[in-house]
């Protein structure tokens, strides 16, 4: 049978990376930390929706060496593709989950008796099984005021103990996480400030049982740009490598305390016009039948909608960029489609155009990640981690 020569088309809802951007946020980044501080590369949720794979190469030929993620899942997938640096689990899994600790090498976060135990006996069986004797690298997690994962600060000393004496498990380093660390105001400072002079006790407490409480880390992003004080042993930062600012840790805001870093968003999502149709006053467009013609306009109808992570929300108030002209969303936002107005007397976009929901200023784009979140009443993460596995992505 004669090979199809044809190029599959690809779909041109897609989301472009912009691989130059990432390594000059990436540099940005090293810029601000001293040499004895270690980056964590936060890849965790597809790499904020940028591609791990992808990501965790380009900051292993970087030289960082140690990786995030959430769940299990993500840290096989890393592995598969080749990834040999360090990858701490940032999220707890569950007993049925723990073998790929030891065969993926993975570094879990732990904190409670429970956990510890059922660690320790997952290990033994391991061992037995492999006839080895290997110890599994943990980070004790220190609940200081996140109400999250983590121990209370006064117990870490126990803990640490109980790390230690099991033959298995070997204390690798400590952790915290800040609720407010993205925040300006006073009271959000004094929580930042609260937070690390309970993990610094922590630690101390660690100490004191005679114990090495290895690479501590307490910052993530904010942290990162705001809190040098804080960085420690190492940093986690997530988004920030992705070109956001976190809240309320601006350029601005930095700016204003001598401190100068230029971050770029990396993703742009863009499409193309696959239709432009004519309607006359009193025409409505889209469900619901919000959005009725106050005149003869064009619509452009574009092949992106809420399923592939194109918030609902922007149905009204969200624009997008044809040409570097900004044109508004009219209607509903549908599953798969939605429409834009071009106005009544439109003669400078035309079928199959290209379209720039939001992205870096060089992508053509008149908004970024940010810009639609306070649209849509959320934040960067949640516009960058909801675009869904149809929109390809195309490393640029
Ligand atoms: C997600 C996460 C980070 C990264 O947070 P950013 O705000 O994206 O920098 C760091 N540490 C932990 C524990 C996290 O869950």
Redesign the pocket.
């Known amino acids: 049978m004669e090979e199809c020569k044809c190029e599959i088309m690809k779909r041109c809802t897609k989301a472009i990376i912009h691989k130059d951007n990432l390594i000059h946020n990436l540099n940005e980044i090293k810029k601000l930390v001293s040499p004895k501080t270690k980056v964590c590369i936060?890849v965790?949720a597809d790499a904020y929706g940028h591609s791990s794979v992808f990501v965790a190469t380009l900051a292993e030929t970087m030289g960082f060496e140690y990786l995030?993620v959430a769940t299990v899942d993500e840290a096989i997938e890393l592995r598969q593709a080749g990834i040999k640096s360090n990858i701490i689990l940032?999220s707890l899994c569950t007993p049925e989950e723990m073998m790929a600790i030891f065969e993926y090498h993975i570094i879990p976060l732990i904190f409670s008796d429970k956990y510890i135990d059922l660690l320790i006996h997952e290990t033994e069986i391991y061992n037995q099984k492999k006839n080895t004797k290997e110890k599994v690298d943990v980070f004790l997690a220190v609940d200081t005021g996140m109400g999250r994962i983590g121990c209370s600060y006064s117990e870490s000393g126990l803990q640490a103990k109980k790390i230690e004496s099991s033959k298995y498990l070997f204390l690798k380093g400590m952790c915290t996480?800040f609720a407010v660390s993205d925040c300006i105001e006073e009271n959000d400072e004094e929580y930042t400030n609260l937070q690390f002079d309970k993990f610094k006790h922590a630690i101390e407490l660690v100490r004191k049982e005679g114990i090495d409480p290895g690479i501590c880390s307490c910052g993530?992003?904010?942290v990162t740009l705001n809190n040098f004080e804080m960085h420690l042993d190492m940093i986690?930062?997530?988004?920030?490598i992705y070109g956001y600012y976190?809240n309320d840790v601006t350029k601005d805001y930095l700016e204003k305390k001598g401190r100068f870093i230029d971050l770029k968003p990396v993703l742009s999502l863009e499409t193309k016009i696959v239709a432009i149709k004519h309607f006359s006053k009193g025409d409505s467009i889209s469900y619901g039948r919000t959005f009725v013609c106050e005149e003869e306009t064009d619509i452009a109808i574009l092949p992106i909608g809420y399923a592939d992570g194109l918030n609902r929300l922007l149905s009204c108030g969200g624009k997008v960029s044809i040409n570097g002209h900004s044109y508004p969303i009219c209607g509903r936002i549908c599953m798969d489609q939605c429409m834009v107005n071009l106005g009544n007397n439109n003669c400078d976009v035309h079928l199959w155009d290209k379209v720039v929901i939001f992205g870096p200023e060089n992508s053509g784009a008149l908004q970024d990640a940010n810009d639609l979140a306070k649209i849509c009443n959320t934040i960067s993460?949640e516009i960058l981690t909801s675009l869904s596995k149809r929109v390809e992505r195309i490393i640029l």
Do not use: F
């Not at 986690?236 to 920030?240: A, E, K, S, V, Y």
């Open positions: 936060v965790k995030a940032l996480h993530s992003s904010a986690r930062p997530g988004l920030i976190p993460y």
